[in-house]
């Protein structure tokens, strides 16, 4: 469902934002962090700070405008600005392996069970979840195109609509297929709606279309309104791979589930200490600077902090991938219109979504200034 979302909606999703120009291209990145604030964790201040940590890393280097350097505190490695790379594999793999670490908790692994038979759900089952699956399939792929939402909170509204509206709700959280179905059909589903907003518009959806963001634009290719025009045989190519990604998944993780399943038997001191040096690895061999080694278990560091007290990771890596973008986008208006904000609010389709940006990130105090009055009244 959400390759075939993703076949229908993205080139005329295209067509119309090739109309769009720089103000529209910032009001839409402003709109698309506002969602990842709204829906990245329990706190919007935190998201929201985790967000504009991003947006200074995106900062740091040198201005392509007028050349000066900037929060790069003399060191010449960083006039180039904060490899992504660097960021994610700290932020999120090193980062991972020092919350496992300090947690020391260890795995215990049900029985796996013997035979493909086995593992292959019965007639009645796929009888029981036929809508469960196609619904949540549809839920998935719309939450997906949200910048910001994720495949987590696919799954759980997923999960709430499909125990809102099934016969058999009263065993949910028991194991019922429904409740499997719902949540697993929009957590795959939402991939296909994640890479619309990439393709289509630049803006990446989740933590993981912002990392195949950076890799296609290493390779040369600029996601957006001309993707899709520019590059036919990649855009129908990817589209074609996640038909054929599906069918290999299926036939290849049903027969090697019991040994996927031992990979969690390995020892913590043999997995973690392969993990960090894959890790420095890859920096090292992407740059070839020591520099951007120390870099990487700083952020490692960081999101380990960040972590243990409870801020999103995403918003940070999205607030860097769009950072230099917003900013182009920014610049190039305010030429436009000789200095002028005004023109961010002057075209319609700007206006509208900078007014759905500020909105969103007001929802916090309208819930509490609401609270305050149920309260009030209460007493």
Do not use: H
């Amino acid at each position: 469902v959400g390759v075939l979302g993703l076949m229908l909606v993205a080139p005329p999703l295209a067509k119309v934002a090739l109309s769009f120009s720089s103000p529209e291209y910032f009001a839409l990145m402003a709109l698309g962090l506002a969602m990842v604030v709204l829906l990245a964790g329990r706190s919007m201040v935190k998201a929201l700070l985790a967000m504009l940590a991003g947006l200074w890393i995106a900062g740091i280097g040198t201005d392509l405008f007028s050349t000066t350097s900037r929060f790069t505190f003399g060191r010449m490695e960083l006039l180039s600005g904060v490899d992504f790379v660097v960021v994610a594999i700290g932020v999120f793999a090193i980062a991972e392996v020092l919350a496992n670490m300090e947690a020391r908790e260890e795995t215990r692994l049900l029985p796996v069970p013997k035979g493909l038979r086995n593992l292959l759900p019965t007639v009645q089952d796929l009888k029981d979840c036929r809508f469960a699956f196609a619904n949540g399939s549809v839920v998935g792929f719309l939450i997906g195109v949200l910048p910001g939402a994720g495949s987590t909170i696919a799954s759980f509204i997923s999960y709430g609509l499909e125990k809102a509206v099934s016969r058999r709700r009263e065993r949910f959280g028991t194991g019922v297929v429904e409740g499997v179905a719902a949540p697993e059909g929009a957590n795959n589903s939402e991939t296909g709606g994640a890479l619309v907003p990439l393709l289509t518009l630049g803006i990446p959806g989740s933590g993981t279309t912002a990392v195949l963001l950076a890799a296609l634009v290493l390779w040369g290719f600029k996601p957006g309104p001309l993707f899709i025009p520019e590059n036919p045989a990649l855009f129908w190519g990817l589209v074609a791979s996640m038909y054929i990604g599906n069918v290999m998944l299926l036939i290849l993780n049903l027969p090697l589930v019991p040994a996927f399943a031992q990979v969690l038997r390995a020892p913590a001191f043999v997995l973690y200490p392969v993990i960090l040096g894959i890790s420095i690895v890859g920096v090292y061999s992407a740059s070839g600077s020591l520099f951007d080694v120390a870099l990487l278990a700083a952020f490692g560091l960081l999101g380990y902090v960040m972590r243990k007290l409870d801020y999103p990771a995403a918003p940070l890596i999205l607030g860097l991938v769009l950072g230099g973008a917003m900013e182009r986008a920014l610049r190039q208006s305010l030429m436009m219109s000789e200095g002028s904000l005004s023109i961010l609010v002057a075209r319609p389709i700007s206006a509208v979504m900078l007014s759905l940006a500020l909105l969103i990130l007001l929802i916090p105090l309208f819930t509490k200034v609401n609270a305050w009055r149920l309260r009030a009244l209460d007493s």
